[in-house]
T-cell receptor, first 111, second 111 residues
Framework: NAGVTQTPKFRVLKTGQSMTLLCAQDMNHEYMYWYRQDPGMGLRLIHYSVGEGTTAKGEVPDGYNVSRLKKQNFLLGLESAAPSQTSVYFC??????????FGQGTRLTVV | DAKTTQPPSMDCAEGRAANLPCNHSTISGNEYVYWYRQIHSQGPQYIIH???NNETNEMASLIITEDRKSSTLILPHATLRDTAVYYCIVKSGGSNYKLTFGKGTLLTVNP
């Protein structure tokens, strides 16, 4: 049982490049989330999904897109990366069961 | 969701109990209190949650006041590995849907 797995763990992008962050969970959770965390701050919700084929905007969705084609996977896309998107990104999943499980994070730097 | 107030930082001696307070004076009747922690550079980790009654698991105890306006997370025998940021989150329902993180309390366990 691997829990929540994020790929890649580190990435450096040039401004304007695109990329996709992959998240996979093996707990059969219905809900999945993408958060970002900037230095000295708490996590902020980017997008989330309450089931396969569904997505919704969170607190800071601009500049990101997501897809949930399979229940176990949740993809986060950056179409045209900007330096303001330099951050640590966390994927998470929940329900059923107590607690939300988080991945180990992806450190993204946009130069 | 009700707002929470936590001290920005606390210290604790190794082997002693760590008592982390949280104020949630506007909590409503169907809102749960959740605690998570984030060890440096890692994803947050679920610790415990409760509604009215005190709760205990293998990680910690949660004490909720009778009026539910505040709570305390207790780590009975803190170790150096318990040094982390601890987040108190108030959320309606029991499914952890869309957690909102504040800045939490940085607990430093000293040898």
């Amino acid at each position: 049982n691997a829990g929540v797995t994020q790929t890649p763990k580190f990435r450096v992008l040039k401004t304007g490049q695109s990329m996709t962050l992959l998240c996979a969970q093996d707990m059969n959770h219905e809900y999945m989330y993408w958060y970002r965390q900037d230095p000295g701050m708490g996590l902020r919700l980017i997008h989330y999904s309450v089931g396969e084929g569904t997505t919704a905007k969170g607190e800071v969705p601009d500049g990101y897109n997501v897809s949930r084609l399979k229940k176990q996977n949740f993809l986060l896309g950056l179409e045209s990366a900007a330096p303001s998107q330099t951050s640590v990104y966390f994927c998470a999943s929940s329900y059923p069961g107590p607690g939300t499980a988080f991945g180990q994070g992806t450190r993204l730097t946009v130069v | 969701d009700a707002k929470t107030t936590q001290p920005p930082s606390m210290d604790c001696a190794e082997g002693r109990a760590a008592n982390l307070p949280c104020n949630h004076s506007t909590i409503s009747g169907n809102e749960y209190v959740y605690w998570y922690r984030q060890i440096h550079s890692q994803g947050p980790q679920y610790i415990i949650h409760g509604l009215k009654n005190n709760e205990t698991n293998e990680m910690a105890s949660l004490i909720i006041t009778e009026d539910r306006k505040s709570s305390t997370l207790i780590l009975p025998h803190a170790t150096l590995r318990d040094t982390a940021v601890y987040y108190c989150i108030v959320k309606s329902g029991g499914s952890n849907y869309k957690l909102t993180f504040g800045k939490g309390t940085l607990l430093t366990v000293n040898p």
